[in-house]
């Protein structure tokens, strides 16, 4: 039987009981039906480490006692960035969960000028609370313990100078082949793509001023979800650990 992981904000410490919240409390006890005793994972999110934990309950509340931690071992060895214009919300979730799923390190989002409904400044804070349950979720199904970082910005421009990744790769369909052009060792590469209908011409060229080289994954058009999930894929079979 596969042991429930659970994500915590809090610092967690080897011998100390913790109190879970309300919604966490509810998903152990009600809905996994679980009994004091039950053994279950925590992560916080920000260590490479499992922390081993007993459920136990005090009336209503529930509790776990934290009994060991251990070393992560399904992060992978490849630090990966996703930039992508931002698409419509059920595409953009999608992204975020399979890549979170693949191991990718940093997400980031970007009003790109075919974006369908561009993010607004007050829409802000609620979409990134959004987005990192989507990718916390996709961790604690998945067996990773760090949380992708998860950023927007305002333009294209702002992305690319946020990214430090000197390994850049630029989806396009009159690019060369991905697969011909990844030769270890790389230890971190970075992928931009576009919303629903693309990049326009002065994204792309943008992009190729700023190092992105332009590669395509095939004949067929993938949907912007798919496409970032399939290059992240193929990225982590030849450099990463999906072998």
Known sequence: MRIPRVHVGAELVVGEVLAL????????????????????????????????????????????????????????????????????????????????????????????????????????EKKLAHWQGVAISACEQSGRALVPAISFYSHLQQALAASTIEFKLLLDFDGGSLVSILQPPRMAVSILLGPEGGLNPTEIELAKTTGFMPVKLGPRVLRTETAATAALAVVQTTLGDLN
């Open 21 to 124: 919240d309300k919604a966490q409390g509810h998903y152990l006890k009600s809905v996994l039906r679980l009994k004091p005793g039950a053994a279950f994972i925590l992560f916080n999110g920000r260590d490479a480490i499992d922390y081993r934990a007993t459920l136990t309950f005090d009336g209503k509340k529930v509790n776990a006692r934290i009994e060991s931690a251990i070393p992560v071992i399904a992060e992978s060895r490849l630090n990966s960035e996703i930039i992508q214009g931002l698409g419509r919300t059920d595409h953009t979730d999608w992204t975020i969960q399979k890549t979170t799923e693949l191991g990718v390190n940093k997400i980031s989002l970007f009003n790109a000028d075919r974006t369908q409904s561009p993010l607004k400044p007050a829409q802000l």
